[in-house]
């Protein structure tokens, strides 16, 4: 099984300041990664998929990168309703596992 | 628009089982895999197994082999996750996810049902 970490697992920030957010894959996982964003009783929302695309609907502000085994995600100039939990995931053999996820939190 | 929509909260004693559902609509429901996902309370996101609705063709995490069946009804449109021999660490909330321009990640989300065990 591919185990996915993150880092950190809290980051502590300000309003419009820039979260860089990692995932870390145990072994490559090419681009099969996607970015969720989840807030407290709420079903999580798809922001990135394939590493770097987009999902629909979403802000310009989000922003994903990496291949192989490390990725990064990156919010420009957080914004109030950003401050939440990401989950990174892979898809690699078609099995899916997620990361333990990152806390974005208010400073 | 595409919509799940799950069954209502469940309360089960340890060794029973559980079956939930999800009402798929507003796209083609047997294009795109069908998978459930499952939140302990105050955990993280832990994929438990998909389902290909057009074959009836399942896949499962390790961890839940043999203690979870993944069925489908065309006609309905409608998925169904049967959890059995049921413990106190089963107690979670259980969401039903699926695809859409991303292909293969989890475009959209169920609502959610939570499911709590206990004696």
């Known amino acids: 099984e591919i185990v996915l970490t993150q880092s950190p697992a809290t980051l502590s920030l300000s309003p419009g300041e820039r979260a860089t957010l990692s995932c870390r894959a145990s072994q490559s996982i090419r681009n099969y990664l996607a970015w969720y964003q989840q807030k407290p009783g709420q079903a999580p929302r798809l922001l990135i998929y394939?590493?770097?695309n987009r999902a629909t609907g979403i802000p310009a502000r989000f922003s994903g990168s990496g291949s192989g085994t490390d990725f990064t995600l990156i919010i420009n100039s957080l914004e109030p309703e950003d401050f939440a939990v990401y989950y990174c995931?892979?898809?690699?053999?078609?099995?899916?596992?997620f990361g333990p996820g990152t806390k974005v939190d208010v400073k | 628009q595409v919509q799940l929509v799950q069954s209502g909260a469940e309360v089960k004693k340890p060794g029973a089982s559980v079956k939930v559902s999800c009402k798929a609509s507003g796209y083609t429901f047997t294009g795109y895999y069908l998978h459930w996902v499952r939140q302990a309370p105050g955990q993280g996101l832990e994929w438990m197994g998909r389902i290909n609705p057009n074959s009836g063709e399942t896949k499962f995490a390790q961890k839940f082999q043999g203690r979870v069946t993944l069925t489908r009804d065309t006609s309905i449109t409608t998925a169904y996750m049967d959890l059995s021999r049921l413990r106190s660490d089963d107690t979670a909330v259980y969401y039903c996810?699926?695809?859409?321009?991303?292909?293969?990640?989890?475009?959209?989300w169920g609502q959610g049902t939570l499911v709590i065990v206990s004696s």
């Open positions: 394939d590493a770097s």
């Open positions: 996810a699926t695809a859409g321009n991303s292909l293969y990640f989890f475009d959209f």
């Open positions: 995931q892979q898809r690699s053999n078609w099995l899916f596992t």
